[in-house]
């Protein structure tokens, strides 16, 4: 069993700063591609950044300069640090991760969220 555990949501003022965390756990035996999505209300679920395992990165272009996503590979862990925050990046962001466990092939799991508040 595999499981994603997104934290470091919260209310921040425009301008402001966070960092988000995904931490992976269970019987993984090597994880692929990671990336965090995020689904506003009444919006559709949209990526905002992935990383493969050697570290290469893509962004949103509505999120490039201001956000950096990152992997310590060691720790199973994935963060997304989110500077100049705007209010349109209220949302409740997702972490995803391409995993492959000690008894099955690659498979998509996805955390269960974190909101993420921009408002004065």
């Known amino acids: 069993q595999v499981q994603l555990v997104e934290s470091g949501g919260g209310l921040v003022q425009p301008g402001g700063s966070l960092r988000l965390s995904c931490a992976a756990s269970g019987s993984i035996f090597r994880i692929n591609d990671m990336g965090w999505y995020r689904q506003a209300p009444g919006k559709e679920r949209e990526l905002v950044a992935t990383?493969?395992?050697?570290?290469?990165?893509h962004y949103a272009d509505s999120v490039k300069g201001r956000f950096t996503i990152s992997r310590d590979n060691a720790k199973n862990t994935m963060y997304l640090q989110m500077n100049s925050l705007k209010p349109e990046d209220t949302a409740v962001y997702y972490c995803?991760?391409?995993?492959?466990?000690?008894?099955?092939?690659?498979?998509?799991?996805w955390g269960q969220g974190t909101q993420v508040t921009v408002s004065s």
């Open positions: 990383i493969t395992e050697d570290h290469s990165t």
């Open positions: 995803k991760a391409y995993i492959a466990t000690m008894l099955t092939i690659f498979y998509n799991f």
